[in-house]
């Protein structure tokens, strides 16, 4: 039993791994259908980058908006629910890459909605992505800048209508690198949902001598203390892949209790992608 408990866990580990380097190097963006996870959050993302839209009774916030060439999609996707696109009145991101902002100018534009960011990224999204400590020089990653409105800082709370989201600073993937928890009530029940901002290394990262970013250890051993830390019912991140979205979505219809329900499987995820860190650093230390 010990061997085969080790054997899956060495396997899971081998799949995420396998797995973000496939999304990172082809990421292939097809619709998703949009659905209510639990409360009043909503999966309004496609295959690859994960949105979300919490609805509350002054407007919604709308949590990444991808790049700007599937800004048509993600309306699409909350307009399909029966919601109204132009009632985005706060937009949130979990990272400063171009998959997960690069579209913020045209939501922007389109919705009026005040674009809130975590203190760390905000001279990546002002700037297009130039400032970014890894794909700075990498013209493919560049996008649109985008003002920022309101500068977050850890701990900040955002709050609309009824409900209030929390800013976790998690860097290491990027300086600004945001974790959002926020709870929803679901049949009398109340959850707390996390919403990891990213966790993993990009081929090219330098843990060791990074002149562009040179706390960059201490920033991931900060965040894997943060994410330890948080209470977590509902395990969502901003990608798919992070939870399993492909096979959670399709047991919904199919087991009576919410599959996106798995506190378990946070644990596992960040177990398995730490110790992907500090056999990359160990390697690089050796190096």
Same mark, same amino acid.
């Given at each position: 039993?010990r061997?085969t408990k080790f054997?899956?866990f060495l396997l899971?580990i ?5 797995v973000?380097l496939v999304?990172?190097s082809?990421?292939?963006v097809?619709?998703?259908?949009p =659905? +209510?996870i639990?409360?009043?959050?909503y ?6 980058a994960?949105?979300y ?6 407007g ?9 060439v ?6 699409d996707?909350?307009?399909k629910?029966?919601?109204? @696109? ?6 949130l991101?979990s990272?400063?890459?171009?998959d997960?902002?690069?579209?913020s100018?045209l939501?922007?534009?389109? #919705?009026g909605? +005040?674009?809130?960011?975590?203190d760390?990224?905000?001279s ?9 400590f890894l794909?700075?020089d990498d013209?493919?990653? +560049?996008?649109?800048p985008t003002?920022v409105? $309101?500068?977050?800082h850890?701990?900040d +709370? ?13 860097p290491? $993937?990027t /300086?600004?690198?945001?974790? @959002?928890?926020m709870d929803? #009530?679901e049949q009398?029940?109340?959850y707390h949902v996390v919403?990891v901002?990213g966790?993993?290394?990009?081929p090219?990262t ?14 991931y051993? $900060?965040?894997w203390?943060v994410?330890?830390k948080?209470?977590c ?5 901003a990608?798919g892949m992070?939870?399993?979205l492909?096979e959670?979505?399709a047991r919904?219809? /199919?087991?009576?209790s ?12 960040l177990?398995a /992608?730490?110790?992907? =860190?500090?056999v990359?650093l160990?390697k690089q230390?050796?190096?």
């Amino acid at each position: 039993m010990r061997l085969t408990k080790f054997t899956h866990f060495l396997l899971f580990i081998l799949a995420l791994s396998y797995v973000g380097l496939v999304w990172a190097s082809a990421a292939p963006v097809k619709p998703f259908p949009p =659905f +209510r996870i639990a409360g009043n959050l909503y999966y309004v993302g496609n295959s690859y980058a994960a949105n979300y839209l919490v609805v509350t009774s002054q407007g919604n916030i709308l949590i990444n908006s991808n790049d700007k060439v599937s800004v048509p999609m993600l309306k699409d996707s909350i307009e399909k629910l029966g919601l109204k @696109w132009s009632d985005t009145k706060i937009l949130l991101i979990s990272q400063g890459h171009s998959d997960h902002g690069g579209g913020s100018v045209l939501v922007k534009e389109q #919705t009026g909605a +005040r674009y809130m960011v975590m203190d760390g990224d905000v001279s990546v999204v002002e700037s297009g992505g130039k400032t970014d400590f890894l794909f700075g020089d990498d013209l493919a990653q +560049r996008y649109e800048p985008t003002k920022v409105d $309101h500068v977050l800082h850890d701990g900040d +709370r955002v709050k609309l209508g009824n409900t209030v989201l929390v800013a976790h600073l998690t860097p290491g $993937h990027t /300086k600004g690198c945001t974790t @959002w928890t926020m709870d929803v #009530t679901e049949q009398g029940k109340k959850y707390h949902v996390v919403i990891v901002g990213g966790v993993s290394m990009n081929p090219g990262t330098k843990l060791i001598h990074n002149a562009a970013y040179p706390n960059i250890v201490q920033d991931y051993e $900060h965040m894997w203390h943060v994410l330890k830390k948080l209470p977590c019912d509902i395990f969502l991140g901003a990608h798919g892949m992070y939870f399993g979205l492909d096979e959670k979505y399709a047991r919904m219809k /199919k087991d009576a209790s919410n599959p996106f329900v798995d506190p378990d499987g946070y644990q596992q995820f960040l177990v398995a /992608k730490e110790h992907e =860190f500090r056999v990359e650093l160990d390697k690089q230390t050796k190096q």
